[in-house]
T-cell receptor
């Protein structure tokens, strides 16, 4: 079974500042990793995913994440945030083999202050 | 592609009434998932289907909840009788394991259920 821990429930940052949202996972098997974003009153939208290959993954809206197998982490970063990035961000993991059930973290609320 | 379509977007019902939530997955996707989102519990997987067959319903809270997928393009989640603690946003998602890789889920916009 897999589990995900998002280390920060809320992250406030100023506009144009860099941000990192932290995610650690636990699994006894190889994994796929995902970040989703949820804007107010909307569904979840895929930001980026790690399936294999390069450990640095680039996604939409200027976000990127780095898979670190030794630290079992998949932190999300953006070098300069905008007001429009205000949203809830979810890290998720699934096992590579077998059922593709996604396990989500509790979410990190990113608030951008002007 | 219209994405995953859920209906209704909002539902307000009285305690004890039956509620039916509907989902149309993306054409060609062979997995369908029902999630519930609340402030207290976050995103909880209720049940998922593969090729219209229920695979894991261990997340269904109790017998008042039931889900069906009569064909590849339609699924329902039913709550009977509904209770105030069922108030939440219910999401449907679909995905495909083409080539053995997971491309992540595509989520619907959700149904906000309020039971008064």
């Amino acid at each position: 079974a897999q589990s995900v821990t998002q280390l920060d429930s809320q992250v406030p940052v100023f506009e144009e500042a860099p941000v990192e949202l932290r995610c650690n996972y636990s699994s006894s098997v190889s994994v796929y990793l995902f970040w989703y974003v949820q804007y107010p009153n909307q569904g979840l939208q895929l930001l980026l995913k790690y399936l294999s290959g390069s450990t640095l993954v680039k996604g939409i809206n200027g976000f990127e994440a780095e898979f670190n197998k030794s630290q079992t982490s998949f932190h999300l970063r953006k070098p300069s945030v905008h007001i429009s990035d205000t949203a809830e961000y979810f890290c998720a993991v699934s096992g590579v083999m077998g059922a593709q059930k996604l396990v989500f973290g509790q979410g990190t609320r990113l608030t951008i202050n002007p | 592609d219209a994405g995953v379509i859920q209906s209704p977007r909002h539902e307000v019902t009285e305690m004890g009434q039956e509620v039916t939530l509907r989902c149309k997955p993306i054409s060609g996707h062979d997995y369908l998932f029902w999630y519930r989102q609340t402030m207290m519990r976050g995103l909880e997987l209720l049940i998922y289907f593969n090729n219209n067959v229920p695979i894991d319903d261990s997340g269904m809270p109790e017998d008042r909840f039931s889900a069906k997928m009569p064909n590849a393009s339609f699924s329902t989640l039913k709550i009977q009788p509904s209770e105030p603690r069922d108030s939440a946003v219910y999401f449907c998602a679909s995905s495909s394991w083409t080539g053995g890789f997971s491309y992540g889920y595509t989520f619907g916009s959700g149904t906000r259920l309020t039971v008064v």
